[in-house]
C-alpha cells in the first residue's frame, strides 16, 4: 500500500534554498579544487626532492671525468682508487652504480649493463653532464652522465655514468608531502565552518527583513526601509515597497468606493421608505396614492441604475487580460447604441444624430471586449443625453462620431453635444467616480464618465473633453476618443 498523501507529496514542487544554494556553490569548488591540489604538491615535491640528490650525482659524474686521461698509444686510461670506488659506493637507502668507456667503446670501469644513454647526446659539449630517468636490473634509477672528448682523432668519446636508485628521493617527496598536507586536513574542515558561519552572518539581514515583516500589524502599509537592508536586497524591498503603495491605493480606492457607493444607495432607498411610508398612511387619498408610487418608481429606477453603474466600473476596473477579445466594428456598435438611446432622446426632445466613417470601413475596427466597448459608448451617449436641456427656443442636438485617420488609421470617436458644457476646472474631476458637476440640477450617479475612461484605457484609448463654443451660456462639450491599438 502507498502511504498516505504520497501522491501530494510526489507532484509537490521541492523548495529550494538559499543559504544551501549558495553553500554548494563555494564549497564544491573548494572540494574539487583539493584533490588537484594534491596532485600538484606531489609534483613540486618530486621536483624538489630530485634537486639535491642530482646535485650530488653531477658532482660524481664530474670528480670521475676528472681521473679519465689519455695514454701514450692514444687510448683512454681510468683509474680509481678502490678507496674512492667504495667510497662512491657507499649509500644506506640506494644502490650506486657506475660506467666509464673509453673513445673505442670498450668497457674500462663500473657496471657493463649500466644502460647507455641515447646516441644522439653524443654531439653535445665535453664535460656537459645531462641527467635522465632510466631503469636497470628491475629498478627505476637517476642517471647522471657526460661525454669526454680527449682527441680530435678518435671517432667515439669517453663516457662516464653515475646512476643511483630512487629511494631516498621517494622519502624526501612524502615528508614534503607530509608537510604541506597535514596542515591542509586541518585547514579544511576549518575553512568549511567559517564558510558556513560568513553565509549565516551574511544572510542574516534577510531573517531580520523577516521578522520586522512578521511583526507588522495587518492594517500597516507603510514603506521599508530600504537603508537598512545590504545593496543586493534593496532592489527586493523597493519593488515590495511600490507593491504596498499600489496596495495602499487600492485599499483607500475601495473604502471611497464602498462609502460613495453607500451614500449613493442611500437616497433612493430612503426615498423608496418614506413614500412606502406615505402611501400606508391612514386615510391617504387615491391621488396622495398614485403620487406616492409614482415617486416610488421614480427612486426604484434610480437605484437600478446606479447599482448597474457600480456593476459596470466594477466590471471595468476588474477587466484584463481573462476577458475575451475579439475584433470589433465600432460603426455597427455605434448605430446599436444610437438605437437604444433614441426613445430617450425623443422624450427629451433632442436630436440625436451620426457622423462619420460607414460600417466595413478599413481601420473602423479594433480589438477588445464587445460588451465593455459598447458600454464605453452608451454611457458616453447617455451622459450626453441626460445633461442636453431641449427648449422651444433651442433644440438639443446630439451628434456621435466614428472618424478615421486616412494617413495614421487611428481611430476617433466623438459624442458631442450643445448642452451647458464643462468648465475647464471640472474636466478632469468629471472621470472621477460619483463626481458630478455642479449647477446642473440633473439626477445621476456620477459614475458614467469613469467607466468610459477604465474601459478606454484598457483598450488603448485615451479621453479628452474640448468646448464645443467658449464664452457662450451653452458652450457644450465634446467627448473624443483615439484608440491606438488597431485590428
Known amino acids: 500500500m502507498k502511504p498516505r498523501g504520497w501522491g501530494i507529496r510526489l507532484f509537490k514542487r521541492e523548495q529550494r534554498s538559499l543559504f544551501g544554494e549558495i553553500l554548494d556553490w563555494m564549497l564544491t569548488p573548494l572540494l574539487l579544487l583539493w584533490p588537484i591540489s594534491l596532485a600538484l604538491t606531489w609534483l613540486v615535491a618530486q621536483g624538489l626532492a630530485n634537486k639535491p640528490f642530482d646535485r650530488a650525482l653531477v658532482y660524481n659524474v664530474q670528480a670521475l671525468a676528472q681521473q679519465v686521461t689519455l695514454g701514450a698509444d692514444q687510448a683512454v686510461q681510468f683509474n680509481l682508487p678502490q678507496t674512492a670506488s667504495e667510497l662512491l659506493r657507499a649509500d644506506e637507502i640506494d644502490l650506486v652504480f657506475y660506467q666509464v668507456r673509453g673513445n673505442r667503446q670498450e668497457h674500462l670501469s663500473g657496471e657493463r649493463d649500466l644502460p647507455l644513454p641515447p646516441l644522439n647526446d653524443k654531439t653535445s659539449r665535453s664535460y656537459e653532464v645531462h641527467i635522465r630517468d632510466d631503469e636497470m636490473r628491475g629498478l627505476d634509477v637517476r642517471v647522471a652522465y657526460t661525454w669526454i672528448r680527449l682527441d680530435d682523432k678518435s671517432s ?77 536586497v534593496a532592489p527586493l524591498v523597493v519593488s515590495v515597497n511600490d507593491l504596498l503603495e499600489r496596495l495602499k491605493e487600492s485599499i483607500a480606492t475601495q473604502k471611497r468606493f464602498l462609502a460613495d457607493a453607500a451614500h449613493q444607495l442611500k437616497t433612493p ?28 418608481g421614480r427612486a426604484s429606477v434610480q437605484a437600478t441604475h446606479s447599482v448597474n453603474q457600480l456593476l459596470s466600473l466594477a466590471r471595468a476596473e476588474s477587466s484584463g487580460t481573462h476577458l475575451s477579445q475579439q475584433s470589433c466594428d465600432m460603426v455597427a456598435m455605434a448605430s446599436e447604441v444610437l ?25 473602423a475596427c479594433i480589438e477588445g471586449n464587445p460588451t465593455l466597448l459598447k458600454e464605453m459608448l452608451r454611457n ?31 481611430l476617433v470617436i466623438q459624442v458631442e453635444d450643445n448642452g451647458p458644457g464643462i468648465p475647464l476646472a471640472e ?37 479628452g473633453i474640448d468646448v464645443v463654443h467658449p464664452g457662450q451660456s451653452m458652450a457644450g462639450a465634446c467627448f473624443t476618443l483615439r484608440f491606438n491599438a488597431l485590428a
Open 427 to 463: 474636466q478632469e474631476l468629471v472621470f472621477q467616480p460619483f463626481y458630478r458637476a455642479l449647477g446642473t440640477n440633473v439626477d445621476g450617479s456620477g459614475l458614467g464618465l469613469s467607466i468610459v475612461k477604465e474601459i478606454a484605457e484598457h483598450h488603448g484609448a485615451t479621453v
Open 156 to 232: 667515439y668519446p669517453a663516457l662516464v655514468q653515475v646512476a643511483e636508485t630512487r629511494d631516498k628521493r621517494s622519502v624526501l617527496a612524502a615528508e614534503i608531502i607530509k608537510g604541506v598536507m597535514l596542515p591542509q586536513f586541518a585547514l579544511l574542515p576549518l575553512a568549511v565552518l567559517l564558510v558556513w558561519l560568513a553565509l549565516v552572518r551574511g544572510i542574516k539581514p534577510l531573517s531580520e527583513l523577516e521578522e520586522r515583516i512578521r511583526a507588522r500589524k495587518f492594517d500597516d502599509l507603510s514603506p521599508l526601509d530600504d537603508k537598512a537592508v545590504p545593496l543586493e
Open 339 to 363: 438605437q437604444d438611446g433614441l426613445p430617450h432622446a425623443m422624450d427629451k426632445n433632442l436630436d440625436l444624430g451620426y457622423e462619420g466613417v460607414v460600417q466595413g470601413t478599413e481601420g
Open 380 to 410: 458616453l451617449v447617455e451622459n450626453a443625453i441626460h445633461y442636453t436641456p431641449s427648449t422651444a427656443e433651442r433644440q438639443g442636438v446630439v451628434t456621435l462620431r466614428v472618424l478615421v485617420d486616412p494617413y495614421s488609421k487611428t
Open 269 to 296: 432607498l430612503a426615498g423608496l421608505r418614506m413614500q412606502a411610508d406615505l402611501a400606508q398612511r391612514y386615510g391617504a387619498s387615491e391621488e396622495d396614492l398614485k403620487k406616492s408610487l409614482k415617486q416610488i
